[in-house]
């Protein structure tokens, strides 16, 4: 008998299982489809779209509800500091001339009735003549004591006197009067620091041309910004605090003066402003302070921060509107203090339930579910 080659064997066996495989029963073979992965869809009911979810569409998913809690009874703001424009005036030139003189620069401090600036204008001579002749003609009347002529005189006197006041010069200007002169100088009307300064020596003026501008700080104004939800809260006379940056250690008090009767369309806030004492002229113009309003208490509509989503331009928050779906709101927000929730202005309200933990994973399905990139 001749020896069995094993190598020719072992090649037969081979083959014989690749044939085997290929064309045994269906049943042993590999299977080799592919599971289709679905997403959440979209339905619509009276106008409005859901999201569809299961819990194994977004593992990890958790909800909260929206809740309404009380406020303080301190409001919160940020201002700015003004001149209080009841406290500030404006020097005009009520004459055609030029600037012979000035004594005061930027930012310096003057007092009422100091004079500040010598005007030259033909006006004031023509003026201050009128006045003389006014005056000698009442003295002649005086004398002759004819009848009527000293009410005329008199009259005479006053108008031309008042020709100077208009002119800008002052009582005891007036009565320093002696000869006709064309220069004067113009008086501070208010004690204050000089926070614009138009007056150059030398330059030409027009009537109703601006040469200084004073204003005071011993008080000023406060502009702040209240949102519209809180409107009911602030009113006239409720006092109030501010701390600057400048002076973190230093309270400033005052009250609140004004509510504007305006609302700004797009913050929805309103602006308030209030009348701050400032000791020691530490409150600049243009300053930012953080102000402390005593106000009564209120509620309003707190969620996680985790639960809104930033898309595009505004706040999202998915809402479930049944155990198996959500609807997607916009959102407003208002600023909030307490670290880790949002104010909720509007778009949902107290005991909605919404997505938490996963909110941005499902923005981005609902995206895919439009057909568009999240």
């Known amino acids: ?136 003609t009442q003295t002649v009347s005086l004398n002759a004591s004819v009848e009527g002529s000293a009410d005329l005189a008199k009259s005479m006197v006053i108008a031309a006197k008042r020709k100077l006041e208009l002119l800008g010069m002052s009582d005891a200007d007036i009565e320093a009067i002696k000869s006709p002169a064309p220069t004067i100088w113009m008086r501070a009307p208010i004690t204050g620091t000089v926070v614009q300064n138009q007056a150059v020596i030398g330059s030409a003026i027009n009537s109703g041309d601006v040469l200084y501008q004073l204003g005071t700080l011993d008080h000023v104004w406060l502009t702040a910004d209240v949102y519209e939800v809180d409107l009911a809260r602030v009113s006239a006379g409720q006092q109030l605090s501010a701390v600057t940056t400048a002076f973190p250690d230093q309270v400033f008090k005052g009250e609140i003066a004004r509510v504007s009767p305006d609302i700004d369309p797009n913050a929805h806030t309103a602006q308030i402003r209030c009348e701050i004492e400032n000791p020691g002229l530490k409150l600049k113009p243009q300053m930012l302070a953080r102000v402390k309003i005593v106000t009564n208490p209120g509620a309003a509509l707190v969620v996680p921060q985790q639960a809104l989503v930033f898309d595009g331009d505004s706040y999202i928050a998915f809402v479930q509107v049944t155990p198996g779906s959500v609807e997607r709101r916009t959102v407003e927000i208002g600023s909030w203090n307490e670290d880790g929730y949002a104010r909720i202005l509007s778009g949902i309200k107290a005991g909605d339930r919404v997505i938490v933990k996963q909110a941005i994973q499902v923005n981005a399905l609902w995206h895919q579910a439009h057909g568009e990139s999240s």
């Open 1 to 136: 008998m001749k020896p069995i080659n094993l190598t020719l064997l072992g090649v037969a066996l081979l083959a014989a299982l690749t044939a085997f495989g290929c064309h045994g029963e269906p049943g042993a073979s590999a299977d080799t489809s592919v599971a289709t992965q679905t997403f959440p869809q979209l339905t619509q009911k009276d106008g409005q779209e859901y999201l569809s979810l299961k819990p194994t569409d977004v593992p990890g998913i958790t909800f909260a509800q929206v809740q309404e809690i009380a406020l303080p009874g301190i409001l919160e703001t940020t201002g700015q500091v003004t001149f209080d424009d009841r406290r500030v005036s404006t020097i005009v030139s009520r004459v055609q001339g030029r600037i012979e003189n000035v004594r005061v620069s930027l930012w310096d401090t003057v007092h009422k009735g100091e004079p500040i600036v010598q005007l030259y204008s033909p006006d004031f001579m023509l003026g201050e003549a009128e006045y003389l002749q006014a005056e000698n």
